[in-house]
T-cell receptor, first 110, second 115 residues
Framework: GQSLEQPSEVTAVEGAIVQINCTYQTSGFYGLSWYQQHDGGAPTFLSY????GLEETGRFSSFLSRSDSYGYLLLQELQMKDSASYFC???????????FGQGTELSVKP | GAGVSQSPRYKVTKRGQDVALRCDPI?????LYWYRQALGQGPEFLTY????????KSGLPNDRFSAERPEGSISTLTIQRTEQRDSAMYRC?????????????FGEGSRLTVL
């Protein structure tokens, strides 16, 4: 099976940088994804890492270390609108099934 | 359509009734997924399709749950003899590719309440 661990809550101030970590256990591995979900909304895709290293998309970056079964999402220049839940998700060795973590609720304070 | 469309958006039913939830994926998307999401939790995988073929149904909780996608486009998730514990947000997502891509496009969900 697969399991993912991420912190349940993170708080940061506007303009700061925050890192949300994700560790995973899978019998196979095909990539780590990150999703954002605002209250009452649908999850929306942020990034995908299939290989080790850092992927940057604007204020958001995502990192993967396959040897450590670890990744993180880095959010820079935090804005109030970044307050949301963030989910990591992995695709394991059972084909196309994408398994989500329980989510990290990010609160951005003024 | 422009996005993944789910209907009904809200469904209230009595225990023991059957419900059918519909998902209309983005046009041309090959893969379609069903998830269930409880408040404050991550999406829980139920099942997924590539084209009309159900690839994995390991997440369906029991045999009261079934899904189909007969023509490789619209999908229906059916819950028979609903129970209160079935109350949740049911989300559909689609992807333009099969296989190993991490990007899914989610619909707004169908909120099911079983009284």
């Amino acid at each position: 099976g697969q399991s993912l661990e991420q912190p349940s809550e993170v708080t940061a101030v506007e303009g700061a940088i925050v890192q949300i970590n994700c560790t995973y256990q899978t019998s196979g591995f095909y990539g780590l994804s990150w999703y954002q979900q605002h209250d009452g909304g649908a999850p929306t895709f942020l990034s995908y890492n299939a290989l080790d290293g850092l992927e940057e998309t604007g204020r958001f970056s995502s990192f993967l270390s396959r040897s450590d079964s670890y990744g993180y999402l880095l959010l820079q220049e935090l804005q109030m609108k970044d307050s949301a839940s963030y989910f990591c998700a992995v695709r394991g060795n059972q084909g196309g099934k994408l398994i989500f973590g329980q989510g990290t609720e990010l609160s951005v304070k003024p | 359509g422009a996005g993944v469309s789910q209907s009904p958006r809200y469904k209230v039913t009595k225990r023991g009734q059957d419900v059918a939830l519909r998902c209309d994926p983005i046009s041309g998307h090959v893969s379609l997924y069903w998830y269930r999401q409880a408040l404050g939790q991550g999406p829980e995988f139920l099942t997924y399709f590539n084209y009309e073929a159900q690839q994995d149904k390991s997440g369906l909780p029991n045999d009261r749950f079934s899904a189909e996608r007969p023509e490789g486009s619209i999908s229906t998730l059916t819950i028979q003899r609903t129970e209160q514990r079935d109350s949740a947000m049911y989300r559909c997502a689609s992807s333009p590719k099969t296989g190993n891509t991490g990007e899914l496009f989610f619909g707004e969900g169908s909120r099911l309440t079983v009284l």
